[in-house]
């Protein structure tokens, strides 16, 4: 009898504790059970003989014993058969997209390149972190993970920084119709991302996952995280022999609100691809890319009066590519074009719906040592023609030299025009050094019709030594006077200064020591 007055205890662990005891008991019962042999009853199959209960078994139970264990050997045998088999087809190499690319050469330095291993070892949680990995970009930051985070490179804004998806620019629309947020764009469905530097300006090329193997390949991911951060990610791919393939992918980003810390965002992001490839000539792709992002504003203390950072009320963008490619052979060399046809929407529930098609052609040549290239596009909305022609050169084996020269016409009896060089050059010991000019002049909103062409006269010089385990450069550059543009999310800041002319000078580094750890910065 427990004694009165006194409180019974509950058990420790809630129901859960409650649920264990009974499982705990049936599993030792079990275990107990095995360990203790059973005596079959006797019967035609089986003959009991002797005090000790020995078992001996006849024929025909010695033989249904025996095909068991045959079938049993069959079915593993057909398992490991089969698990063979799905790893012999992850070395069939089977026809897949090619990107829409530069066709190079490029020179030393001109670019970064980040692969699908060193963004799934990278520590970057979003684009912006890898834009940021150029020397001279700095981040304007909202906030925690899903907040605003724009690019700044060299005082040009951000517009600064271009954005390419699988060859179709990708251009700012929306809430944002001035820049591009990068920590909007789902990096897992990304398979390559390339950055290319300019003065006082930066090009990002996002290619999607590209499969070239016979066997499917999927992926999944869950993260969560204190006061119910949430981020689910997948992915399926297959590609046929005939030519067919097809991909999947989805990204779920939950940030609850915490108060005083941060507040609620949340974007899923789905993406859909199709591709026929009947030829290493040709072929077809079509492709859907899906954004939902919602982001509460971030408001200061006076009340919530003052709005450090704008939120996005149930914002949707859609891009639809559809992309027709030619290559005259398969080798990378020769003649290639592409046809790209491309429309975009987005909005949210506070500001009206925008759409913009846009319809071009890539093409080029490329020899051994040599390339010649261009593309044409038109768009319904801002630029009406982009017109752009590059090429590059390899003179002598260490030497590289490429060039490019654009012209746009946009809205409001307005244009831009310009041409760039870059040459780099192969030292001994590691060591590469690289230049670069660019001049003309540039519209850096063509959304915003009072936003007029202003002049650019921008060069760079860089240095830079590699090893395997550690990595130097240094830069010095010099950008003509700019007025940027204001950043959209941050309603606090109204205008910034116009820049003067200015010469910058960079420096970054990186420290291997080991395979598994890196510094950098």
């Known amino acids: 009898m427990r004694e009165r007055g006194r409180p019974r205890r509950r058990p420790r662990g809630g129901p859960f504790a409650l649920l264990a005891v009974p499982f705990a008991l049936a599993v030792t019962a079990g275990a107990l059970r095995a360990q203790v042999p ?44 089969r698990y063979l088999a799905a790893q012999q087809l992850t070395r069939v190499k089977v026809l897949a997209p090619e990107p829409v ?204 009066s003052d709005t450090l950072s704008r939120g996005i009320a149930s914002g949707n963008r859609t891009d639809v590519q559809l992309r027709a490619m030619w290559r005259r052979d398969s080798t990378g060399l020769g003649p290639r074009a592409d046809l790209l046809l491309g429309r975009m929407t987005a909005g949210d529930s506070l500001t009206p719906s925008q759409r913009v098609h846009q319809a071009g052609v890539v093409g080029g040549v490329r020899w051994p040592t040599a390339s010649l290239g261009g593309s044409l596009f038109w768009r319904s909305r801002w630029t009406s023609l982009d017109l752009r022609a590059n090429g590059g050169w390899v003179p002598v084996g260490p030497l590289s030299l490429s060039a490019e020269a654009a012209y746009q016409r946009h809205d409001g009896d307005r244009s831009s025009r310009w041409v760039g060089a870059r040459g780099g050059l192969l030292l001994p ?11 003309g002049e540039v519209v850096a909103a063509p959304a915003i019709i009072a936003d007029p062409a202003q002049t650019v006269r921008d060069w760079q010089a860089q240095l830079g030594w590699e090893r395997r385990w550690i990595s130097l450069e240094a830069g010095y550059s010099h950008t003509a006077a700019w007025q940027p543009l204001a950043y959209q999310p941050y309603a606090a800041v109204a205008a910034i200064a116009p820049a003067p002319a200015t010469n910058w000078i960079t420096l970054g580094g990186r420290l291997t020591p080991l395979s598994w750890i890196t510094f950098e910065g």
Request: glycine share 12%; proline share 7%.
């Open 429 to 439: 010991y590691g060591f590469r050094a690289a230049g670069s000019v660019r001049a």
């Open 101 to 304: 690319a530069p066709l190079g050469p490029e020179p030393a330095m001109s670019r970064l390149v980040f692969t699908r291993d060193s963004l799934d070892w990278d520590q970057a949680a979003t684009v912006a972190d890898l834009v940021a990995r150029v020397p001279g970009v700095y981040l304007w930051r909202g906030g925690w993970l899903g907040q605003p985070q724009m690019p700044n490179y060299q005082a040009r804004g951000s517009t600064s920084v271009e954005y390419y998806l699988d060859g179709l620019p990708y251009i700012a629309a929306g809430v944002d119709s001035v820049g591009v947020d990068p920590a909007l764009l789902p990096m897992s469905l990304l398979d390559r991302l390339e950055i290319e530097r300019w003065p006082g300006l930066l090009r990002v090329r996002l290619f999607t996952r590209n499969r070239d193997r016979l066997a499917a390949r999927s992926r999944v991911g869950f993260a969560r995280g204190a006061a119910d951060f949430a981020r689910y990610q997948g992915t399926l791919e297959r590609r046929s022999r005939s030519g067919l393939g097809f991909f999947l992918g989805g990204e779920n980003l939950s940030v609850p609100t915490v108060e005083g810390v941060r507040t609620k965002y949340a974007n899923t992001q789905l993406f859909v691809q199709g591709s026929w490839l009947p030829s290493p000539r040709w072929g077809l792709l079509y492709q859907v890319l899906r954004s939902r992002p919602d982001r509460d504003p971030v408001l200061g203390s006076l009340g919530g």
């Open 38 to 81: 059973e005596t079959p009853p006797a019967g035609p199959d089986s003959l009991i003989s002797g005090s000790d209960s020995l078992i001996t078994p006849r024929g025909d139970t010695l033989r249904r014993a025996r095909a068991d264990s045959g079938r049993r050997a069959a079915r593993d045998s057909t398992k490991l058969q």
